[in-house]
């Protein structure tokens, strides 16, 4: 009942959000977004997001976004299980998507790559 309560907020703080500015959505922030969409993601997920790698405009004025998320914490944490989610949004703000694109544990590297393979 929680995230009920909390979607009921979100959309009753979007809808004063219209008053104040005569009915007009104001465009929100890059800002406003990154909070957002990390809020969004944790709703749906249960998973807190513990960074943004990468934030991008889309064509249509949307937004697309890479959050790093701790899904299996273990000891030592080094060992825990990260994952990255591309999260989709609309010019809004508003999440349209997500999917997890990689899963790694925290304390490994990427691999590089060499020779172009």
Same mark, same amino acid.
């Given at each position: #009942?929680?995230?009920?309560? /909390?979607? %009921?907020?979100?959309?009753?703080?979007?809808?004063?959000?219209?008053?104040?500015?005569?009915?007009? /959505?104001?465009?929100?922030?890059?800002?406003?977004?990154?909070?957002?969409?990390?809020?969004?993601?944790?709703?749906?997920?249960? #998973?807190?997001?513990?960074?943004?790698?990468?934030?991008? %405009?889309?064509?249509?004025?949307?937004?697309?976004?890479?959050?790093?998320?701790?899904?299996? %914490?273990?000891?030592?944490?080094? #060992?825990?299980? #990260?994952?990255?989610?591309?999260?989709?949004?609309?010019?809004?703000?508003?999440?349209?998507?997500?999917?997890?694109?990689?899963?790694?544990?925290?304390?490994?590297?990427?691999?590089?790559?060499?020779?172009?393979?």
């Amino acid at each position: #009942m929680a995230d009920t309560r /909390n979607t %009921q907020q979100s959309q009753s703080s979007q809808n004063s959000d219209k008053k104040e500015t005569g009915g007009v /959505n104001k465009r929100p922030n890059p800002m406003e977004v990154l909070r957002h969409a990390r809020a969004q993601l944790a709703e749906l997920t249960g #998973m807190s997001a513990e960074t943004v790698s990468s934030f991008e %405009q889309t064509e249509d004025g949307g937004w697309t976004l890479e959050v790093e998320v701790l899904e299996l %914490q273990r000891v030592p944490d080094t #060992m825990s299980l #990260m994952a990255s989610y591309q999260v989709d949004l609309d010019a809004d703000g508003q999440l349209t998507g997500y999917r997890r694109v990689r899963r790694y544990e925290r304390g490994r590297a990427d691999a590089h790559r060499q020779g172009g393979r």
